[in-house]
């Protein structure tokens, strides 16, 4: 299954290492909607391209994208990796009613912004001994984004060609721009990730 995954890339950086396509930033986790870090790492991805991008610059809804928000304060840039997950890796789907009743799971359990719930959710279906799991994205429902638990699956994850390093111009970025009502400028502005 080809995956998207959006990262702050760092130049030399090993996969995973800080800045590399691989890396699951345990010190940073706890706010993500599957997180649980204290019992594993989250490893999150889209299967669109689009919304692996738009889940990253949401923030600026309302505002003007600058190329500053595409970087970090240490110098790394936000770039976009495709990935090959290997097939046989035991995703639970979210979005298939048959796995929502299978669970006594309702789909307002899974779109809640309560990330107390989420997380639970996270946890349980980890427990049960999945991969990660596949939910719709908040932004739009078509888009499928998706979970591997780093410990279980990350090492089914292959990267596919180099990342790309995201500008204002990349086809991606004006796409998920577009789709979130975001303008998109040139000046500078606060950087992802502060």
């Known amino acids: 299954m080809e995956i998207f995954h959006t990262f702050p890339r760092r130049r030399g950086a090993g996969v995973h290492d800080p800045g590399g396509v691989l890396h699951v930033p345990r010190d940073r986790q706890g ?20 919304s692996a991008v738009a889940e990253q610059i949401q923030a600026f809804r309302g505002r003007e994208l600058t190329d500053a928000a595409l970087r970090r304060a240490d110098g790394s840039r936000l770039a976009l990796a495709r990935l090959e997950l290997a097939d046989g890796t035991r995703l639970v789907n979210l979005d298939d009613p048959a796995q929502l009743l ?49 410990e279980r699956a990350l090492d089914r994850c292959r990267p596919i060609g180099d990342p790309e390093v995201l500008t204002l111009d990349h086809l991606t970025v004006i796409e998920a721009a577009a789709a979130l009502g975001i303008g998109i400028g040139g000046g500078m502005d606060a950087t992802i990730g502060r």
């Open 102 to 150: 299978a669970r006594a799971m309702r789909p307002s359990h899974v779109a809640t912004s309560d990330r107390t719930r989420t997380r639970r959710i996270g946890e349980r279906l980890f427990d049960e001994g999945s991969d990660g799991l596949l939910w719709w994205s908040a932004l739009e429902a078509s888009w499928p984004n998706g979970v591997v638990y780093a």
């Open 31 to 50: 706010f993500g909607r599957f997180d649980a870090r204290d019992r594993y790492g989250a490893f999150y991805f889209s299967l669109l391209a689009v």
